[in-house]
């Protein structure tokens, strides 16, 4: 991440510790608190035209829910979809 460009498209994801399946959920917690404000901060995301997409999901069932966050230049403040939008 401290070079200035990177590929169109990098994947970094947790393990299974710091995804809360098998370890605390303040373990999990630590993880994106560490890692999104240096992924931010990176020469590589301040000089691209560079999208932050976090996404998670857990549970089971009809109340599976899954939440979405974009960070950076292109992603419109304030915005959210309805979930009447969505569903089938």
Do not use: K
């Amino acid at each position: 991440m401290q070079q200035p460009s990177l590929p169109n498209y990098v994947f970094i994801g947790p393990n299974l510790c710091n995804d809360t399946h098998e370890c605390p959920v303040a373990t999990g917690d630590d993880w994106p608190s560490r890692q999104v404000p240096a992924i931010l901060a990176s020469p590589a995301f301040t000089m691209q035209n560079s999208l932050l997409v976090i996404t998670w999901g857990e549970g089971e069932g009809a109340n599976n829910c899954v939440s979405t966050i974009f960070a950076g230049p292109a992603a419109r403040w304030g915005y959210h979809s309805a979930p009447s939008i969505v569903r089938r």
